[in-house]
T-cell receptor, first 113, second 111 residues
Framework: GENVEQHPSTLSVQEGDSAVIKCTYS??????FPWYKQELGKRPQLIID?????GEKKDQRIAVTLNKTAKHFSLHITETQPEDSAVYFC????????????FGDGTTLTVKP | GAGVSQSPRYKVAKRGQDVALRCDPI?????LFWYQQALGQGPEFLTY????????KSGLPSDRFFAERPEGSVSTLKIQRTQQEDSAVYLC?????????FGPGTRLTVL
């Protein structure tokens, strides 16, 4: 089955700096890669996603890149703000497994004011 | 519109008790997923429904876990004879296509 690894497990940045979180996956059949933000005690919320037919997607301060050959994808947050502090999860899924998502173990991002 | 809701939000059970966790998906969403999230970890897949059909239950950790969605809408995850290792947050997600929208979860504590 799919295996997703996520790094780093914790990340601390100064307000205004950029943050990058990286994930690798193992199943070449995976074709959908969402990123979720989860604040303490809250539900995971989808913040951006990318499908395998594109290499990059951007939405304001967040962007995701995908390298299908290397089987890795990354989340980029620019101009970080304290409210970006949360746990971020990457996930991978594909049509062959009916949308079942395999998640990474999460990255705890702390943005210091 | 209303998002995914789950009840109860918190459940404390004594070891050996049976529990039932409810998920109300977003209206019209065909897909429904259950995940288990241990502290400090990502959600782990338990089972998946498409309408009322349970298409994948490969993630259920034992035969003590049972899920149903009889009318293709509300779903219930039942855990029989709870054990301490069942303590976790149980997340439900509904969706269409690949996108999944999560509920707030039920935090289960087994004493």
């Amino acid at each position: 089955g799919e295996n997703v690894e996520q790094h780093p497990s914790t990340l601390s940045v100064q307000e205004g700096d950029s943050a990058v979180i990286k994930c690798t996956y193992s199943d070449s059949a995976s074709n959908y890669f969402p990123w979720y933000k989860q604040e303490l005690g809250k539900r995971p919320q989808l913040i951006i996603d990318i499908r395998s037919n594109v290499g990059e997607k951007k939405d304001q301060r967040i962007a995701v890149t995908l390298n299908k050959t290397a089987k890795h994808f990354s989340l980029h947050i620019t101009e970080t703000q304290p409210e970006d502090s949360a746990v971020y999860f990457c996930a991978a899924s594909g049509n062959t497994n009916a949308g079942k998502s395999t998640f990474g173990d999460g990255t705890t991002l702390t943005v210091k004011p | 519109g209303a998002g995914v809701s789950q009840s109860p939000r918190y459940k404390v059970a004594k070891r050996g008790q049976d529990v039932a966790l409810r998920c109300d998906p977003i209206s019209g969403h065909v897909s429904l997923f259950w995940y288990q999230q241990a502290l400090g970890q990502g959600p782990e897949f338990l089972t998946y429904f498409q309408n009322e059909a349970q298409l994948d239950k490969s993630g259920l950790p034992s035969d003590r876990f049972f899920a149903e969605r009889p009318e293709g809408s509300v779903s219930t995850l039942k855990i029989q004879r709870t054990q301490q290792e069942d303590s976790a947050v149980y997340l439900c997600a509904s969706g269409r296509g690949n996108e999944q929208f999560f509920g707030p979860g039920t935090r289960l504590t087994v004493l």
